[in-house]
């Protein structure tokens, strides 16, 4: 099958002027390597794209694939994972993962909490603050957790998130708005375990194929899987794989995340990030339907790697996954 890469690579963009920050979601041509590589092991015929704009140009061009295998993340906006999915849309192109107002919706995270809280599936108390903290939002008390609305690898994370005084929350806000430009995300602080779990699959067929728990050793940023933490992964933080048979805890988040992987429509392949509060009690944070495809630093990868999945066998279920909706 004659399938298409889209992607927004990282190198790319550092040339075009943009900073560290500003591309710290995109990808590393070793990346896109293995993604072609494991494609032909597959038996398919693999061909890069590119970001959306390189799509478009092709497209207008009268190219056209089978399958277009889409890690782009996009660059504006709160509809930027959305916009290859809704060009390919457009064009009636099939292509892996989920679809534009499914990448919309998750990438708000103040608004697919509350898809999810309506669902009834446990997720931590929030309130979304747009120009400034008001009295009337504050619904719980101190410690709060703070982070921008709209963005992924930690981005806006740090041990200031945590904010311990209800004096400190209104500054705290305030930074933020003006640092990324996006209303801020205040949640109640959970200071117990962290997992993140990986699942395969849309709607019924999906699963979960392993849950890892985030660790952050000593002189890691503590109370926070932060920015720094992920970009030091190998100094800051220890990942184990955790298993539902003997660990109650375990079980009960990978319920919890695929309960919010099918309530809000993800497909293919991703991650859900949970956290547990003091008594152990775990909770719905945040989902990830277009997570990071590195083979070595990817966390869906390093998990797949711990449930004895090999790279080859993730990207086949996936590309199984989109095929079955598709009737490809």
């Known amino acids: 099958m004659k ?97 534009p107002l499914v990448m919309s919706l998750t990438l708000h995270k103040g608004m697919a909490k509350r898809v999810v809280r309506d669902a009834g599936i446990p997720t931590s108390d929030f309130f979304i603050v747009e120009k400034k903290v008001e009295d009337r939002d504050i619904i719980f008390q101190p410690p709060f957790f703070i982070k921008p609305i709209a963005e992924g690898t930690g981005k806006g994370v740090s041990s200031n998130s945590i904010v311990r005084r209800l004096d400190d929350l209104a500054p705290s806000c305030e930074a933020m708005l003006y640092a990324y430009q996006q209303p801020v995300l205040v949640e109640r602080y959970l200071s117990g375990r962290e997992f993140t779990i990986g699942i395969i699959g849309t709607g019924q067929d999906a699963v979960v194929i ?42 009960r988040s990978e319920q919890i995340a695929l309960s919010a992987w099918r309530t809000l429509g993800c497909r293919d392949a991703g991650r859900v990030d949970i956290r547990c509060d003091e008594m152990d009690n775990p909770y719905f944070l945040e989902v990830n339907p277009l997570a990071g495809l590195h083979p070595e630093h990817s966390d869906l990868p390093i998990i797949c790697k711990g449930v004895n999945l090999s790279y080859d066998s993730l990207i086949e279920r996936i590309l199984l996954s989109a095929g079955k909706r598709f009737n490809l």
Not at 13 to 26: K, N, P, R, V, W
């Open 3 to 99: 399938i298409g890469l889209t992607y927004d690579l990282r190198s790319d963009y550092l040339a075009e002027g943009y900073d560290e920050m500003e591309t710290a979601e995109f990808d590393r041509e070793d990346t896109i390597m293995a993604l072609e590589h494991s494609l032909r092991v597959l038996h398919h015929d693999p061909e890069r794209i590119g970001n959306a704009f390189q799509l478009v140009e092709k497209l207008v061009a009268g190219v056209r694939w089978e399958l277009v295998f889409n890690i782009a993340e996009g660059l504006y906006e709160i509809g930027r994972e959305a916009q290859v999915p809704a060009i390919l849309d457009l064009y009636g192109i099939p292509y892996t993962f989920s679809d």
């Open 210 to 251: 392993g849950t890892m728990e985030v660790r952050l050793l000593p002189g890691a940023e503590q109370g926070a899987y932060s920015y720094i933490n992920k970009e030091k992964c190998e100094e800051f933080v220890e990942y184990s794989i955790v298993s539902s048979y003997d660990d109650p805890t375990v079980k």
